[in-house]
Structures are given as structure tokens and as C-alpha cells.
Nanobody, 121 residues
């Protein structure tokens, strides 16, 4: 299977920056896409950004121009650079991988446990 571990969360002031990382490990054959999602307090999980194994990136309109997703090593390590942070960016950020493993014949979704980002003065 795939294990995803997020890191880099914390407390930051409005207007500040933070960099999240997601490390993938396990019996991975190919990671097709890596996404970042977030779940604000009392809210539902929502899409933030995606990067594909061909390097295509896509962002939710709420973060476009402020957040940058990047990857190294065939998507086994993905980062989310967050700038100009706002209080409404406060959420638990989750990494999601759509991957093929040695245990499956088709790609499946895998989730990390999340990392908390708090934007507050």
C-alpha cells in the first residue's frame, strides 16, 4: 500500500508563508497524481492543488497565485509553498495520492493523516 506523511504545519501570522511537505512510501509502482486538500474547522474537506506525473498543475481559485505545488522523485515527495496566508486558510491540510501499487491492478486513492495550519495574529 501507500503511506503518506505530511509535515510543515504550524502557526503563522496573516501575510506569512509556510511550506508543507508530503512524503510517500510503500509498495508503489506509479503515482499518477498528488493532491493537497484541506478541511477548515467545522467545514468539509476541499480541494487545494494537484500535480500530475507529467508535471501538470491545477489550483483551486481560492489559492491560485498564492500557493505553489511542486514535486520531486516521481511524485514521491510533494511540497505546497503557501504565501500571503489568510485566516481563512486555517485548516488541516491533507495529502492525497492516486497510485498503483504492487497490491492493486488499478490506481486507488490514499490519504495522509494531515497537518494543521493556523493563520492568526
Amino acid at each position: 500500500q501507500v503511506q503518506l506523511v505530511e509535515s510543515g504545519g504550524g502557526l503563522v501570522q496573516p501575510g506569512g508563508s509556510l511550506r508543507l511537505s508530503c512524503a510517500a512510501s510503500g509498495s508503489i509502482i506509479n503515482i499518477l497524481t498528488m493532491d493537497w486538500y484541506r478541511q477548515p474547522p467545522g467545514g468539509e474537506r476541499e480541494f487545494v492543488a494537484r500535480i500530475t506525473n507529467s508535471g501538470f498543475t491545477h489550483y483551486d481559485v481560492s489559492v491560485k497565485g498564492r500557493f505553489t505545488i511542486s514535486a520531486i522523485n516521481a511524485l514521491n515527495m510533494v511540497s505546497l509553498e503557501m504565501k500571503s496566508l489568510k485566516p481563512e486558510d486555517t485548516a488541516v491540510y491533507y495529502c492525497n495520492a492516486f497510485a498503483i501499487t504492487t497490491m492493486t491492478k488499478s490506481a486507488q486513492n490514499y490519504w495522509g493523516n494531515g497537518t494543521l495550519v493556523t493563520v492568526s495574529s
